[in-house]
């Protein structure tokens, strides 16, 4: 192999600087859309598992829908597609006045995407685990809501710890995707040094570090909530 | 003080209850056996509007539980409920078990609800158990949890759905002890069970149930010693002898 590695690039300006802050939007991209994910995820998981059919029908329309397109149909629909298709004040003020347009579009195509996933994991967990006990729950006189909020939700959210490891996952390396609407995060900041300097090995060998960081971090934050909530002694109690 | 009149209930074209009626007296223990598939335990999760039925009526103190004019959890509040399986909630201490309906449906604070909580837990036999969730307790203690969770809302009767079913041998006794014990201080109980032996010495009456009938509603009595129906004896040879 005739190629040069020159790992330099990796501490020398400006190349450093790009590394670093693609990694800093990667990891705000990460959360944020994460964040939109697990609130949209509980509230459609629930309404997915609710006794009203209207509710449970919406919920399932969402999921369906924004399950089946792929999030990089998604991230250009929301991009380019929207501005255009709403009243033209609205367009308007999507192109020009929203601060930071390509990452918020990115957080919330992301979010939305992965807040479909993440619903049917709730629903899932509240049925498997939560549901079953619901009749005990009401025999004490419970009201149906009290005993859905109090004993099931919790219980089918303790259950999903695992799961939603995963999906915190994938949404982080969602965050990728936005580089094609021009948000410069870690992979489109890695392309940027190789274009620069032709160490693209070099570059992403930072990306891909950089990367198995952030996942390990997001692992080990959900073990410590896992932990924090019981929920490995949980299953373990249910097996 | 629970009437059922006539009490019918199918899933879909299977006739699981058939018209079944009886009346349980304050203070009475009414022992329910019978064949697996007989409906027993529908027709008991019909008494606190768990199951749905279809005709007839069933009425606790008056009040009717298929009313949709009827607050339900009301009435489920004044009616405990031990199931086969225990059914506590594994995220919470036995204590906190115990207290959680206390405090969201009788409004106790919760420094009154765990203090009453431990107590009847004691009661139970479990006072040094309050710490503990469900999986790190044996069969036989999460059943008294259980009973313990429905005692403490002051229940005016008291429904158990085979709840030694689920047990090992040796755990069967210490939970009919406290059943034993809750019937001696004149709770009013109805119990779905195969233990022959509890019925012959805490129940005042028999119910045989077979098909979806009840068959023979009889003193305990009458019912060990002279059964009317045929399918009686035969039930009865059978669980006696083995």
Known sequence: MNYRWDWSVLIREPYIDWLWSGLLLTLAISILSWAVALTIGIVVGVARSAPSRVARLLAGIYIDVFRSVPPLVQLFLWYFVLPEIVPDGVGLWLKRDLPYPEIVTAVVAIGLFAGARVAEQVRAGIEAVGAPLLPAALATGLRPLQAFRLIALPLGLRAIVGPLTSEFLITIKLSSLSLTIGVLELTAQSRHVENYTFQGFEAFTFATVGYLVIGLCATGLMRLIDGRIGGASLRKATT | ?242
Do not use: W
């Open chain 2, 1 to 242: 003080m629970i009437v059922l009149d006539d009490v019918h209930k199918s899933y879909g074209p299977q006739h699981i209850l058939r018209g079944c009626s009886a009346e349980i007296r304050l203070g009475e223990v009414v022992v329910v056996c019978g064949p697996s598939g007989s409906g027993k335990s529908t027709l008991i999760k019909c008494i606190n509007g768990l199951v749905p039925f279809e005709r007839g009526t069933i009425t606790v103190d008056g009040v009717s539980v298929s009313s949709p004019k009827t607050d339900l959890p009301a009435l489920r509040s004044r009616i405990g409920m031990v199931f086969q399986s225990f059914e506590l909630y594994p995220h919470m201490t036995a204590l906190q078990n115990v207290s959680l309906a206390q405090i969201h449906v009788l409004r106790r604070s919760q420094k009154e609800a765990d203090e009453r909580s431990a107590k009847i837990l004691t009661r139970v036999g479990l006072g040094d158990k309050l710490g503990q969730r469900p999986s790190q307790l044996s069969g036989g203690q999460q059943q008294r949890v259980s009973i313990a969770r429905a005692l403490a809302m002051n229940p005016q009767a008291m429904l158990f759905d085979e709840p030694t079913s689920a047990l090992d041998p040796e755990m069967i006794n210490e939970v009919l002890e406290v059943m034993q014990e809750l019937a001696l201080e004149g709770m009013t109980m109805i119990v779905v069970t195969h233990e022959m032996g509890f019925a012959q010495r805490v129940a005042d009456r028999v119910l045989f149930m077979d098909r979806g009938e009840i068959v023979e509603d009889t003193p305990k009595e009458q019912f060990f010693t002279a059964p009317a129906s045929e399918r009686a004896r035969q039930f009865l040879k059978q669980v006696l002898t083995h």
